[in-house]
Every structure is written in structure tokens, then in C-alpha cells.
């Protein structure tokens, strides 16, 4: 069961985006330029602000979904 739990997910290397105010974001569509983010670890936390949007499917990394 704590395998499941959100912070067993962060501990693993995935992060939680949410707005500053608490909100998820869940998706790269919801970032603006210039939006202020704040980014949870399995360590901590991190306040940051959103450089540019980029096309989805963009990075090293295959799409999901």
C-alpha cells in the first residue's frame, strides 16, 4: 500500500506541480510563460517560474498517451 502512496511516487524521482496557491497542474497547456510554479520532491520543495511553452511531444523523451 505505501508503494501507492503519492510520497512513495516523489521518493522514486517523479515531481508534483502545482500553482503556487496549490492547484495541480496537470497539464503543459496550463503553464504560461512567466508562471509561477511550485515543484514538490520527495526532499522538498522548489518555487519556479515557467520560461516558455513548449510543442508537446518536444525532449528526449517519448509521448505518452
Not at 502512496?5 to 497539464?27: C, E, F
Not at 509561477?36 to 519556479?48: I, K, S
Amino acid at each position: 500500500l505505501e508503494a501507492a502512496s503519492p510520497l512513495a511516487l516523489l521518493q522514486r524521482g517523479y515531481v508534483l506541480v502545482t500553482k503556487t496557491a496549490g492547484q495541480p497542474i496537470t497539464s503543459a497547456a496550463a503553464v504560461e510563460a512567466g508562471g509561477r510554479l511550485r515543484l514538490q520532491f520527495g526532499d522538498g520543495e522548489v518555487d519556479a517560474v515557467a520560461q516558455a511553452a513548449l510543442d508537446a511531444g518536444v525532449g528526449p523523451w517519448p509521448r505518452i498517451g
